[in-house]
């Protein structure tokens, strides 16, 4: 029993990390942006609502919404909306950028937006996959809990990559740096030179030498 909890523990806590849960106010003429590192081929589910407090039903205020990935295209697009959601499989890797904003004209008092953002393994739907493989409880959570180590280890592999991709900027960087200053410092020294030189030669031709 103890094993068993400990497995739905852990199938929790990993899903948790892939879910990202905010709550904020937003100023009139302001904007908000949220941004999140995802590698290639990852589900990405979001959806934001403004929070109707102290709001009759035909007072939401509205605002806007976009989502952007690494290259600047377009993922989604909102305007004027107390509501809306988004999904998306990335293409690239890189960090994609979900901005909401207000105008004056929307509310000349803050908005509250609630937001939520589903990756990987949390945004699948789980209920659907549970009915077509005939899963249920305990195996339901193994199953959730391999796609989470799965895409984890995914995780790991991608940032491994970066991290070699950085090492190589990095050496390239400081190999170019070590060679500019080595160049310098022939162009001071030739420089310097020049200077002997030139000095050198007007003092013989004032006859001071």
């Known amino acids: 029993m103890m094993g068993a909890l400990q497995v739905l523990g852990i199938a929790f806590a990993l899903l948790v990390c892939s879910v990202r849960c905010l709550r904020f106010d937003l100023a009139p003429a302001t904007t908000k942006c949220l941004s999140e590192e995802i590698q290639p081929e990852v589900l990405v589910l979001g959806n934001y609502h403004v929070v109707q407090e102290n709001h ?27 509501e809306g959601h988004f999904g998306f499989t990335t293409k690239e890797s890189g960090t994609y950028m979900t901005c909401i904003w207000a105008t004056k004209a929307s509310s000349n008092h803050e908005i509250g937006v609630e937001f939520e953002l589903k990756t990987g393994v949390s945004a699948r739907d789980w209920s659907n996959i549970a009915k077509k493989e005939k899963l249920e409880g305990m195996e339901l959570e193994l199953r959730k ?31 170019r740096v070590a060679w500019f200053s080595i160049a310098s410092l022939f162009i001071c020294l030739a420089v310097a030179g020049w200077q002997l030189w030139h000095l050198k030669s007007f003092f013989e031709r004032k006859k001071l030498l």
Do not use: C, W
């Open 145 to 175: 809990l391999e796609d989470m180590v799965e895409s984890i280890h995914q995780e790991m592999l991608y940032l491994r990559e970066r991290e070699s991709e950085m090492r190589n900027v990095n050496e390239v960087t400081n190999a």
């Open 56 to 82: 009759r039903p035909d007072e939401i205020p509205k605002i806007f919404a976009q989502v952007t990935s690494p290259y600047g295209n377009t993922l989604h697009y909102a305007e004027s909306v107390s």
